[in-house]
């Protein structure tokens, strides 16, 4: 009489612990090879933003096809290998003079927190005294130093997927045998292209318009470092919310370690907490509103979770992940929940005005 029903919650079960056992396979392989694919995330990325480009200079200049590709991984690798040393050496000059600025940063350290009372002091000075900052220092420069490698990887895996992007809409046909949902797949990818494309220019502009207003400040202070703060802060900012918070403490830290003047110190704080407050409420909600309407909350989740995954590379790519998983779960209906919680004001952004304009484009 209960056989039926004991057979339908062993098969629950059952399911339920292959389903646990396939998540820990996946984060086990996540974290594994995360070297690997954090490398192809960006390659994919790099792929999306110039195919857009390749499009417009093939259509609008008249360029031959193979000659606007050619160029254009000529671009990405000579940009790639170009940030990538630039980064490696800001992060050591940021090392050299922190390290040269040390015995001073340390000697002012009590003007800074005696306001704090005499209890307080101590614990500040014997927890800074039993942090290691130059250690921690010297191993971010060697992590720094691990971008060269994994900028060969980028440029290697880009040049692949040039190489086979004619075969992509066969292969995808003969993948799922059917062509209306080929088409229906195509879509799907054209409109995280897109999405994700518009999302990462309006991020590069509003981060420069940043890092500019940061570099000019250090400059009208006087401040050394000013290049390499502005290029920290143009990084971090593509951190939703979490990169600007973390830009401007690094920056009026850096601010007191390279003058020891507590009034020069907040002058430039302020000026900084102004510039990110402004472009952060104001000009980044206004431009990217409409681009990725997502949650906040869910934005800090995926914040949290490809962070503890990949670390600083993850919280970068968390977004563009997020925003991937949001058009595809809106696509699939029995998925459609997820990307219900995942948008904004319940009502999940499927991409379908991006298909229209990627038919329209193929046309």
């Given at each position: 009489m209960y056989e039926p029903h004991d057979r339908i919650?062993?098969?629950?079960?059952?399911?339920g612990f292959l389903g646990l056992i396939a998540f820990a396979l996946l984060m086990f392989m996540l974290v594994q090879a995360r070297f690997l694919l954090i490398s192809l995330a960006i390659a994919i990325i790099l792929f999306s933003l110039t195919s857009d480009a390749i499009w417009g200079i093939s259509t609008r200049l008249k360029v031959p096809n193979w000659l606007a590709t050619t160029l254009a991984l000529f671009g990405i690798a000579l940009g790639v290998l170009w940030i990538s040393t630039t980064i490696v050496a800001q992060v050591n000059e940021v090392v050299v003079t922190a390290i040269t600025y040390a015995e001073r940063a340390q000697a002012s350290l009590p003007a800074l927190t005696e306001r704090l009372g005499p209890e307080a002091q101590d614990r500040i000075m014997t927890f800074i005294g039993g942090f290691n900052i130059t250690g921690w220092i010297r191993s971010l420069a060697g992590q720094a130093s691990g971008l060269l490698s994994g900028s060969v990887l980028v440029i290697l895996f880009v040049g692949f997927m040039f190489a086979e992007r004619f075969w992509f809409s066969t292969k995808i046909e003969r993948l799922v045998r059917d062509p209306v949902l080929a088409r229906q797949v195509e879509d799907i990818i054209?409109?995280?292209?897109?999405?994700?494309?518009?999302y990462l220019i309006v991020k590069t502009a509003i981060s420069a318009v940043t890092a500019a207003l940061v570099w000019s400040i250090f400059k009208l202070a006087g401040l050394e470092l000013a290049?390499?703060?502005a290029l920290l802060t143009f990084v971090l900012n593509f951190i939703p919310t979490v990169g600007s918070i973390i830009a401007t403490v690094i920056t009026i830290l850096l601010a007191f370690v390279l003058t020891g003047d507590m009034t020069?110190?907040?002058i430039v704080g302020f000026a900084c907490i102004a510039a990110q407050f402004i472009i952060g409420n104001v000009i980044d909600p206004m431009l990217l509103g409409q681009t990725l309407r997502m949650s906040s909350l869910g934005i800090m989740l995926s914040l949290s979770f490809w962070g503890a995954i990949w670390g600083?590379?993850?919280m970068f790519l968390a977004v563009p992940i997020m925003a991937a998983v949001m058009i595809v779960c809106a696509h699939i209906p029995w998925l459609r929940p997820v990307a219900v919680m995942l948008s904004r004001e319940g009502l999940p952004d499927d991409g379908s005005d991006d298909e229209h304009k990627g038919r329209r484009r193929a046309a």
């Open positions: 919650l062993r098969d629950r079960l059952q399911t054209s409109s995280i292209m897109h999405r994700v494309n518009r290049g390499s703060v020069l110190t907040w600083i590379a993850g």
